[in-house]
Nanobody
Framework: QVQLVESGGGLVQPGGSLRLSCAAS????????MGWYRQAPGKERELVAT???????NYADSVKGRFTISRDNAKNTVYLQMGSLKGDDTAVYYC???????????????WGQGTQVTVSS
Protein backbone atom coordinates (compact mmCIF):
# COMPACT_ATOMS: atom_id res chain seq x y z
CA GLN A 1 0.00 0.00 0.00
CA VAL A 2 1.02 3.59 -0.59
CA GLN A 3 0.06 6.37 1.79
CA LEU A 4 0.44 10.15 1.45
CA VAL A 5 0.58 12.09 4.70
CA GLU A 6 0.35 15.87 4.71
CA SER A 7 1.37 18.35 7.36
CA GLY A 8 1.84 22.06 7.86
CA GLY A 9 -1.64 23.52 7.52
CA GLY A 10 -3.14 25.96 9.97
CA LEU A 11 -4.30 29.50 10.60
CA VAL A 12 -2.22 32.39 9.28
CA GLN A 13 -2.76 36.13 8.96
CA PRO A 14 -3.06 37.83 5.57
CA GLY A 15 0.38 38.49 4.17
CA GLY A 16 1.86 35.62 6.15
CA SER A 17 3.62 32.45 5.08
CA LEU A 18 3.07 28.74 5.53
CA ARG A 19 4.86 25.61 4.37
CA LEU A 20 3.05 22.39 3.53
CA SER A 21 4.71 18.99 3.33
CA CYS A 22 3.51 15.69 1.95
CA ALA A 23 5.43 12.44 2.34
CA ALA A 24 4.69 9.20 0.54
CA SER A 25 5.34 5.86 2.21
CA UNK A 26 5.05 2.24 1.13
CA UNK A 27 6.43 0.28 -1.78
CA UNK A 28 7.52 2.88 -4.32
CA UNK A 29 9.65 2.48 -7.42
CA UNK A 30 9.36 5.98 -8.83
CA UNK A 31 7.29 9.12 -8.57
CA UNK A 32 6.79 11.12 -11.74
CA UNK A 33 4.51 14.04 -11.00
CA MET A 34 3.94 15.55 -7.57
CA GLY A 35 1.42 18.29 -7.06
CA TRP A 36 -0.80 20.34 -4.82
CA TYR A 37 -4.48 21.04 -5.32
CA ARG A 38 -6.96 22.96 -3.19
CA GLN A 39 -10.68 23.09 -2.63
CA ALA A 40 -12.47 26.04 -1.08
CA PRO A 41 -15.99 25.72 0.37
CA GLY A 42 -18.58 25.54 -2.40
CA LYS A 43 -15.93 25.36 -5.12
CA GLU A 44 -14.37 22.63 -7.21
CA ARG A 45 -10.91 21.29 -6.51
CA GLU A 46 -8.32 23.26 -8.49
CA LEU A 47 -4.69 22.87 -9.41
CA VAL A 48 -2.22 24.91 -7.38
CA ALA A 49 1.15 23.64 -8.61
CA THR A 50 2.91 20.57 -9.98
CA UNK A 51 6.51 19.45 -10.25
CA UNK A 52 7.86 16.68 -12.46
CA UNK A 53 10.70 14.30 -11.68
CA UNK A 54 13.06 16.38 -13.81
CA UNK A 55 12.22 19.49 -11.80
CA UNK A 56 9.97 21.36 -14.22
CA UNK A 57 7.14 23.20 -12.47
CA ASN A 58 3.71 24.52 -13.30
CA TYR A 59 1.65 27.01 -11.28
CA ALA A 60 -1.89 28.34 -11.30
CA ASP A 61 -1.92 31.99 -12.32
CA SER A 62 -3.44 32.92 -8.96
CA VAL A 63 -0.36 31.73 -7.02
CA LYS A 64 2.50 32.57 -9.39
CA GLY A 65 5.18 34.59 -7.67
CA ARG A 66 3.77 33.78 -4.21
CA PHE A 67 3.98 29.98 -3.94
CA THR A 68 6.93 27.67 -4.61
CA ILE A 69 6.70 23.91 -5.08
CA SER A 70 9.72 21.69 -4.49
CA ARG A 71 10.48 18.02 -3.96
CA ASP A 72 12.96 15.78 -2.19
CA ASN A 73 13.16 12.57 -4.19
CA ALA A 74 15.21 10.77 -1.54
CA LYS A 75 12.42 11.34 0.95
CA ASN A 76 9.50 10.93 -1.49
CA THR A 77 8.29 14.29 -0.26
CA VAL A 78 6.79 17.34 -1.90
CA TYR A 79 6.64 20.81 -0.36
CA LEU A 80 4.59 23.92 -0.97
CA GLN A 81 6.03 27.17 0.34
CA MET A 82 3.22 29.72 0.43
CA GLY A 83 3.83 33.44 0.88
CA SER A 84 1.87 36.70 0.72
CA LEU A 85 -1.20 34.71 1.66
CA LYS A 86 -4.65 36.13 0.99
CA GLY A 87 -8.14 35.25 2.14
CA ASP A 88 -8.78 33.65 -1.25
CA ASP A 89 -6.09 31.09 -0.45
CA THR A 90 -8.26 29.64 2.31
CA ALA A 91 -9.02 26.04 1.36
CA VAL A 92 -8.28 22.41 2.06
CA TYR A 93 -5.00 21.61 0.33
CA TYR A 94 -4.42 18.14 -1.10
CA CYS A 95 -1.17 16.64 -2.30
CA UNK A 96 -1.16 14.34 -5.30
CA UNK A 97 1.47 11.98 -6.66
CA UNK A 98 1.67 9.72 -9.69
CA UNK A 99 3.47 6.68 -8.31
CA UNK A 100 4.85 3.56 -9.94
CA UNK A 101 5.22 0.77 -7.39
CA UNK A 102 7.32 -1.64 -9.44
CA UNK A 103 8.72 -2.09 -12.92
CA UNK A 104 5.77 -4.28 -13.99
CA UNK A 105 2.93 -2.07 -12.74
CA UNK A 106 1.39 1.02 -14.26
CA UNK A 107 1.54 4.45 -12.59
CA UNK A 108 -1.32 5.20 -10.20
CA UNK A 109 -2.61 8.56 -8.99
CA UNK A 110 -2.62 8.91 -5.19
CA TRP A 111 -4.06 11.66 -2.98
CA GLY A 112 -3.36 12.88 0.51
CA GLN A 113 -6.08 13.31 3.10
CA GLY A 114 -6.05 17.09 2.90
CA THR A 115 -4.89 19.81 5.27
CA GLN A 116 -6.80 22.98 6.11
CA VAL A 117 -5.23 26.36 5.42
CA THR A 118 -7.12 29.36 6.77
CA VAL A 119 -6.00 32.91 6.05
CA SER A 120 -7.69 35.34 8.40
CA SER A 121 -6.93 38.19 10.75
Amino acid sequence: QVQLVESGGGLVQPGGSLRLSCAASGTISSINVMGWYRQAPGKERELVATIRSGGSTNYADSVKGRFTISRDNAKNTVYLQMGSLKGDDTAVYYCQMVITRSWFTSPVNYWGQGTQVTVSS
